[in-house]
Nanobody, 120 residues
Framework: QVQLVESGGGLVQPGGSLRLSCAGS????????MGWFRQAPGKQRELVAK???????NYADSAKGRFTISRDNDKNTVFLQMNGLKPEDTAVYYC??????????????WGQGTQVTVSS
């Protein structure tokens, strides 16, 4: 059974930091590109950051310079270090695992989400 379990969300003041973790099981973690998405109330889910199987990273403009995505394949875990948090970062953050074959998307898995609230 495939599982992606996020943790590390919570309430933080503006300017603060959080580190999200996502532990995967039931699939070959190292074969998947991993990503973090977020969805604020009334808005569409959007990509925050992603990391490929080889470790290349890509960030949304809103995350550049503040967030860092990393992965530990030995622990089947992907992380999102978030610094300099702003109220507009408030959202439910979702972990995503995406599998591609020869550059073509095949399938993906989603976690259940973790709430991040940035407020004073």
């Amino acid at each position: 059974q495939v599982q992606l379990v996020e943790s590390g969300g919570g309430l933080v003041q503006p300017g603060g930091s959080l580190r999200l973790s996502c532990a995967g099981s039931g699939f070959i973690f190292s074969h998947y590109a991993m990503g973090w998405f977020r969805q604020a109330p009334g808005k569409q889910r959007e990509l925050v950051a992603k990391i490929t199987r080889s470790g290349s990273t890509n960030y949304a403009d809103s995350a550049k310079g503040r967030f860092t995505i990393s992965r530990d394949n030995d622990k089947n875990t992907v992380f999102l270090q978030m610094n300099g948090l702003k109220p507009e970062d408030t959202a439910v953050y979702y972990c995503n695992a995406a599998y591609s074959d020869n550059g073509y998307f095949e399938h993906e898995y989603w976690g259940q989400g973790t709430q991040v609230t940035v407020s004073s």
